[in-house]
């Protein structure tokens, strides 16, 4: 049973530049999650869709970040232009359903941007 | 505002003994709480979820309990490990929200 998948692990670039963030949800869950993750900030929701939809993208820092959803089993995660301040974990997670339920995270994209 | 507090000092103790971690909150009326372990570069790791009519919840060598009128929750490992140290993040869910809000976490480590 294949867990969330994440690409790339790590990714170095310069500020000024597009990154985009991959994520493919484990087979069947319905809700998709992104959150960055700082030492000073902890874990923070981006976003959330549900059955592809986006619910809640009110943890988007700026309209420099974008996500998408376009089918049920890979979701991305775009900055552009990216800046220093953007360097973080980015982890992705899934889940069914949204409420009351454990949320099965990838093991992150770490992004750093010079 | 609402706000979500776990240690941020790490806690250090001998294996064999028992680690209880906090988690407080205030302004915050949560119907479910989840506790998560997260590994050095790693993704955070579903462990235990109490609901907020239960006092009490077990599973294996950890329990955790969850008292709403003093707004905190514990988190106990019993007869630790050098293998259990980790970062333990809670999470909160409710007021119509399905979403959880996660603590920062404390760093659990297990001295041989």
């Known amino acids: 049973d294949a867990g969330v998948i994440q690409s790339p692990r790590h990714e170095v670039t310069e500020m000024g530049q597009e990154v985009t963030l991959r994520c493919k949800p484990i087979s069947g869950h319905n809700s998709l999650f992104w959150y960055r993750q700082t030492m000073m900030r902890g874990l923070e929701l981006l976003i959330y869709?549900?059955?592809?939809?986006?619910?809640?993208d009110s943890g988007m820092p700026e309209d420099r970040f974008s996500a998408k959803m376009p089918n049920a089993s890979f979701s991305t995660l775009k900055i552009q232009p990216s800046e220093p301040r953007d360097s973080a974990v980015y982890f992705c997670?899934?889940?069914?359903?949204?409420?009351?339920?454990?949320?099965?995270f990838g093991d992150g994209t770490r992004l750093s941007i010079l | 505002s609402q706000k979500i507090e776990q240690n941020s000092e790490a806690l250090n103790i001998q294996e064999g003994k028992t680690a209880t971690l906090t988690c407080n909150y205030t302004n915050y009326s949560p119907a479910y709480l989840q506790w998560y372990r997260q590994d050095p570069g790693r993704g955070p790791v579903f462990l235990l979820l109490?609901?907020?009519?239960?006092k009490e919840k077990r599973k294996e060598r950890l329990k955790v309990t969850f008292d709403t009128t003093l707004k905190q929750s514990l988190f106990h490992i019993t007869a630790s490990q050098p293998a259990d140290s980790a970062t333990y993040l809670c999470?909160?869910?409710?007021?119509?929200?399905?979403?959880?809000?996660f603590g920062r976490g404390t760093s659990l480590i297990v001295h041989p």
């Open positions: 997670a899934s889940s069914f359903e949204g409420g009351h339920q454990p949320q099965h």
């Open positions: 109490i609901r907020e009519n239960e």
């Open positions: 869709f549900n059955n592809n939809v986006p619910i809640d």
């Open positions: 999470a909160l869910e409710g007021g119509g929200s399905y979403i959880p809000t």
